[in-house]
């Protein structure tokens, strides 16, 4: 079956430390890949995303490259900030049809000052 | 501006009524969904709808019911067959089959509490 596997939380950072957020996938096709983000008492919001192998995907100043070798969409940032604290989740859609997403457990990010 | 729309924020249900969930979507998406979040999990999909008048169960449907009458508007029924409804409910929507990036746009979110 399809599944995501986060690794599991809380993250707990310093402000301008180097965020990574590990994410593997496995899937019985080629997926479309997704990071969300929910902020306290939100829906989620779309983070970025990925559509073919080798693609990175990058917003706000996060990135995650698509590794078919590894199945993996590893969430990074370079220096986080209080405003970065949340949850984030992964997230695939195999591209074949109507596919639903298929979304990991998510990972609190706690950045404080 | 367009976006999809949740009401109630936030809901208290007594224990043996049914409550529903509004859904609105402006964004002229033919696929709707609702998902469940417990505290500290993840989303589980509950029931999604692919088109007007369609919709298939998800992960948890059972104690749940859903319509679809109109292309924007997918209201979400917690009914008393629910055992454990007290939850964060959120709604979400896409452009539906066939778009590669199946990217869902989500609502804030009801809360609902039983007491």
């Known amino acids: 079956g399809n599944s995501v596997t986060q690794m599991e939380g809380p993250v707990t950072l310093s402000e301008e430390a180097f965020l990574t957020i590990n994410c593997t996938y496995t899937?019985?096709?080629?997926?479309?890949l997704f990071w969300y983000v929910q902020y306290p008492g939100e829906g989620l919001q779309l983070l970025l995303k990925?559509?073919?192998?080798?693609d990175k995907g990058s917003n706000k100043g996060f990135e995650a490259t698509y590794r078919k070798e590894t199945t993996s969409f590893h969430l990074e940032k370079g220096s986080v900030q209080v405003s970065d604290s949340a949850v984030y989740f992964c997230?695939?859609?195999?591209?074949?049809?109507?596919?639903?997403?298929?979304f990991g457990t998510g990972t609190r990010l706690l950045v404080s000052p | 501006d367009g976006g999809i729309t949740q009401s109630p924020k936030y809901l208290f249900r007594k224990e043996g009524q049914n409550v529903t969930l509004s859904c609105e979507q402006n964004?002229?998406?033919?696929?709707m969904y609702w998902y469940r979040q417990d505290p500290g999990q993840g989303l589980r999909l509950i029931y999604y709808?692919?088109?007007?008048?369609?919709?298939q169960k998800g992960d948890i449907a059972e104690g749940y019911s859903v319509s679809r009458e109109k292309k924007e508007s997918f209201p979400l029924t917690v009914t008393s067959a629910q055992k454990n409804p007290t939850a964060f409910y959120l709604c979400?929507?896409?452009?539906?089959?066939?778009?590669?990036?199946?990217?869902?746009?989500f609502g804030e979110g009801s809360r609902l509490t039983v007491l």
């Open positions: 990925a559509t073919k192998a080798d």
């Open positions: 979400a929507s896409s452009l539906g089959s066939g778009r590669v990036s199946g990217e869902l746009f």
């Open positions: 997230a695939l859609r195999l591209n074949t049809g109507f596919q639903k997403l298929v």
């Open positions: 709808s692919q088109i007007v008048n369609d919709f």
């Open positions: 964004l002229n998406h033919d696929a």
């Open positions: 899937a019985t096709g080629y997926p479309s």
